[in-house]
T-cell receptor, first 109, second 116 residues
């Protein structure tokens, strides 16, 4: 079955460092991958989308890569700030949306 | 724009009772999605509608769950009878499908359901 996996362990990093989150998919080839941010008690909020024919996408301090050979997407936050602390969800898009369970990021001041 | 509106925000009920969750999508959006989120299983798609028509309900866990979208501005998700394992946060999301697909989904604040 189609599966999308994110590291369920929380990621703690120091302020100013680059945070890197991983999303892996198996048994299918999504045309797009999306990344969302979710804060406690709130719904996910869209951040970035990357298509299968794009290797990299950037938006301000955010960068997403899409490696169809490794079946993996990496999400980077450069110059991280405590305000970046949240859960980040990866979603694949084929004929429907499939979300990963999310990775909780904590940026320490 | 008010965004996606969900009600109630919190619902506590007893096993066996009927529960109805409500959603108002963003005006102009033509697709609506119902999700369930738990720690163990993450965010799971239950059902989605396009132009008020149910397209894929394969995620609906069982016959106790039903969803309707009588018009473009309102949808309900009903659980009858409810069970403790239905306890979760239920999200509604909407978007406007354009050519090229992969449109951003806009999520509501969610309804936290607790079934005792």
């Amino acid at each position: 079955s189609q599966k999308i996996e994110q590291n369920s362990e929380a990621l703690n990093i120091q302020e100013g460092k680059t945070a890197t989150l991983t999303c892996n998919y198996t048994n299918y080839s999504p045309a797009y991958l999306q990344w969302y941010r979710q804060d406690p008690g709130r719904g996910p909020v869209f951040l970035l989308l990357i298509r299968e024919n794009e290797k990299e996408k950037r938006k301000e301090r955010l960068k997403v890569t899409f490696d169809t050979t490794l079946k993996q997407s990496l999400f980077h936050i450069t110059a991280s700030q405590p305000a970046d602390s949240a859960t980040y969800l990866c979603a694949s898009v084929t004929y429907k949306y499939i979300f990963g369970t999310g990775t909780r990021l904590k940026v320490l001041a | 724009d008010a965004g996606v509106i969900q009600s109630p925000r919190h619902e506590v009920t007893e096993m066996g009772q009927e529960v109805t969750l409500r959603c108002k999508p963003i005006s102009g959006h033509n697709s609506l999605f119902w999700y369930r989120q738990t720690m163990m299983r993450g965010l799971e798609l239950l059902i989605y509608f396009n132009n008020n028509v149910p397209i894929d309900d394969s995620g609906m866990p069982e016959d106790r769950f039903s969803a309707k979208m009588p018009n473009a501005s309102f949808s309900t998700l009903k659980i009858q009878p409810s069970e403790p394992r239905d306890s979760a946060v239920y999200f509604c999301a909407s978007n406007k499908i354009a050519s090229g697909g992969a449109d951003t989904q806009y999520f509501g604040p969610g309804t936290r359901l607790t079934v005792l």
